[in-house]
């Protein structure tokens, strides 16, 4: 990605989009973009193949006594809203009701007399909230739970981001830990199975602003080295742990759930 130039939207942002959107997205060349799956041997990650890396998560997932009591599961305010379905659809295939939200924390918000810029820089929090209740548990209460989960599997694909003393304890303390995420950061290194999804510019799906308009997006890019598209992760994840999901593009999720 060299550039990035606004999609004009005479009922949205007209030509304009704020420096966050222009400049914010280097981390898509990021060199510490994940490329393959990654399984803890002792205190390391290593590469492994994506048939090996889910099969672990089979595995730890089947030993647990109660999966529904004891897993959590995490959704993501940068993913887009049919991800995010499957999010839930994997929570429901758990059995568990224990399902957060990772986001970023707010920034400062600015008000100017034609446009205004949201405090919150996430690009889909409004979205999350409606596909996974606006009940959903997320900040430090969601570190809170955490800290007591046997099995964890979290959805980041933020920009690099820094976590407080309370994530790291609550990450350290999981028993069982999958993160899906497009770089290494320091949510990965606590992971004991890492899977490669893919950024803005490789997916496809809707968001939803602030205002509730719900906008497509299309990729301008294959994902890079092994990565997959996180749709198609969640989907397999679902099909191995027990549950249904029979849904062959992003396209049949957002139809499967009108207004998303």
Known sequence: VYRIKP????????????????????????????????????????PTSWADALQIIQEHVQAIASPGEDGWVVGSAYATNEENYLVKQLAET?????????ARPDGERMEYPCFTIEADKNPNTQGALQVLG????????????????????????????????????????????????????????????????????EKEGTFTNSTGRVQRI???????????????????LIRRLGGTCEFESVDQIHSHRPGM
């Not at 758990?94 to 990772?102: A, D, R």
């Not at 999958?178 to 004991?192: M, W």
Request: contains cysteine.
């Open 94 to 102: 758990l059995g568990t009701s224990q399902w957060g939200l990772y």
């Open 134 to 201: 606006e009940d959903v548990i997320r900040d430090e209460a969601l570190w809170k739970g955490l800290e007591s989960a046997q099995f964890a599997y979290i959805l980041v694909g933020t920009p690099p981001d820094t976590l407080s003393e309370v994530a790291k304890n609550a990450l350290r303390s999981v028993g069982f830990l999958v993160v899906q995420d497009l770089l290494h950061s320091e949510i990965t290194q606590y992971a004991d199975i890492v899977l490669p999804g893919i950024s803005f510019a």
């Open 218 to 236: 299309y990729p301008s890019f294959e994902p890079k080295g092994e990565a997959r598209a996180d749709w198609l992760i969640l989907r397999e």
């Open 7 to 46: 999609r004009y939207h005479p009922d949205i942002n007209g030509y304009w989009m704020c420096d966050d959107g222009r400049l914010g997205y280097h981390y898509v060349n990021s060199e510490d973009r994940l490329l393959l799956p990654l399984k803890r041997e002792a205190d390391a990650l290593i």
